[in-house]
């Protein structure tokens, strides 16, 4: 049996029931593609379920607004996913007259399209012969056929895509994309993969050559720049102070406590004496620690975050431009980064 007869026959008897492969609507497999991205199945399938019943139709989801999408959007992290999102959506109504595309040549025009996407959604709203390429099909590629060339160089994603153009049964395309996708979570997975009853094991070469481990190649990135973020929680009243994150920096547009970042972590008590704190503050300054050194991991950089509370408040001498009293009770409404509603969460309890 050749390898992709082999991975579809595995996948008919193995592969999970979901929700988005019951459908070939472009859209929702559009809505289940980019909310998975860099999320786990377990994660995402709660996120599909409200958005897909939030905006069942892309028209809905093109009119709602960008604070609507990112509060539902909220926990998943990488929201500027979301944000291409809604410019997708928009375009889809005035390019394409409403009707979500199924070609590829059209969907990589779309906004947080990229080629693994377009090939995904291409493939399985209209069974277009394009080959996916995500990290479980790099990862089965790489093993079986013992490839060390970097999944993330440009030699090494030409060597990939070649390969799994070739190996993609046309008029299976559809159905071989999941099937090989569904492989790589499953069966031929990132960590202690259960090789002995793998149904490629006797052809597969990682596996003859001891190298399962050490494959697929990626090149490391570079190291992740430290970031120190100092939150004011600042209660007057019925009110909270809150702040929305302008643009050119991590979480934009959404709202946070008021922020001053410094250079290096800062205890309570040099905090209390920086100069910018001060400005703001003033000297006299009262806090109260109540969260310290939340370290919260971004793809560039760590964010190292300490949360205080404000005791005098009505001794505040300037608030920046874009920080506003939001009433306390509404908090939930806003759209939120992770590590202001996990604080939230945990503050509230």
Request: proline share 4%; net charge neutral.
């Amino acid at each position: 049996m050749s390898f992709s007869n082999t991975v579809i026959a595995w996948y008919e008897q193995h592969h999970r029931d979901l929700p988005w492969r019951h459908t070939t609507d472009p859209y929702i497999i559009w809505l289940s593609e980019i909310i998975l991205q860099q999320t786990r199945v377990e994660q995402g399938r709660p996120y599909f379920e409200r958005f897909l019943a939030r905006f069942p139709a892309v028209q809905d989801f093109a009119e709602a607004s960008e604070d609507d999408i990112l509060h539902l959007w909220q926990g998943l992290g990488y929201y500027s996913r979301g944000r291409n999102m809604h410019k997708a959506a928009k375009l889809v109504m005035t390019d394409f007259e409403g009707l979500f595309p199924t070609a590829y040549k059209d969907l990589i025009k779309l906004p947080g399209i990229g080629e693994y996407t377009a090939a995904a959604i291409s493939s399985f709203s209209s069974n277009e012969a394009q080959a996916v390429l995500d990290g479980n099909v790099f990862r089965v590629l790489a093993r079986y056929f013992n490839i060390d060339s970097a999944i993330n160089s440009s030699a090494g994603k030409k060597i990939f895509s070649e390969l799994a153009q070739e190996l993609l049964p046309a008029p299976q395309a559809a159905l071989y994309n999941q099937a090989i996708m569904e492989f790589g979570a499953l069966q031929c997975k990132p960590q202690r993969p259960d090789c002995a009853v793998c149904p490629l094991l006797v052809s597969c070469e990682a596996r003859r050559l001891q190298l399962v481990g050490e494959l697929p190649v990626k090149i490391k990135a570079k190291k992740s720049k430290k970031r120190y973020f100092n939150y004011f929680l600042i209660e007057e009243g019925d009110y909270t102070l809150m702040s929305k994150r302008g643009a050119g920096d991590v979480w934009e547009n959404l709202y946070e406590f008021p922020l001053i970042e410094t250079a290096a972590p800062q205890d309570t008590l040099s905090l209390g004496a920086n100069e910018e704190v001060q400005n703001y503050f003033g000297a006299h300054l009262q806090l109260v620690p109540l969260q310290e050194n939340i370290k919260h991991i971004l793809s560039h950089q760590d964010i190292f975050a300490n949360f205080y509370k404000v005791l005098n408040v009505s001794e505040i001498k300037v608030k920046k431009s874009h920080w506003d009293y939001v009433l306390s009770k509404d908090l939930n409404k806003l759209a939120k980064h992770k590590l202001i509603f996990s604080f939230l969460e945990r503050f509230s309890n």
